[in-house]
C-alpha cells in the first residue's frame, strides 16, 4: 500500500489486525476491503485541502474487466456491512474504470491499461516531477 503524505508518495503496511469487515475508519475499510479482494497497486492520495471533493482518492487496478468488477462489488459489499451507507458506484456495465464515491474517499479501479492511460497519480500530486508513475 502506498500512501501520500504532504506530497511525498511513502509505504505504509496495512494493519494487520483490521480485517475487511471490521469497524474502523473510511478509508481503513477501504484500504482493507481492496487487500481483501486482491487488488492490485493500491495508492492512497491524501487530497484534503487540494479539493472539496474529498480528503482521500485511492486507485487500483484489477486484471481483467471481472477482476475490477469483483473489487468495486466487493467493495461496495463491505462498506454497506461497514455502516457506511449505499456509496454510488459508476462504471460497473464494463469494468475498465470503476468510480466509488463513498463520502469523504473516492475509489477509482482500473484495468492496467486503463489507469496507464489517465495516469491520475500525476494528475493529483503535490508535486507532478514526484508523483509515481504507473506504467502498468
Sequence with gaps: ??????GQAVTAPL????GAKAKG???ET???SLDDAKAEDVVSLHIAGKSALADYMVIASGRSHRHV?????HLLRDLKEAGYGNPRAEGQ???DWVLV????????VFRP????FYNLEKMWAADPSDAPHYAG
Design 93 to 95: 456495465t464494463h469494468c
Design 25 to 27: 475508519t473510511l478509508i
Design 15 to 18: 494493519q494487520s489486525a483490521l
Design 101 to 108: 464515491d463513498a463520502g469523504d474517499v473516492i475509489i477509482h
Design 30 to 32: 477501504v484500504l482493507a
Design 1 to 6: 500500500m502506498t500512501f501520500e503524505s504532504e
Design 69 to 73: 468488477g469483483a473489487i468495486a462489488d
Design 113 to 116: 491499461e486503463v489507469r496507464g
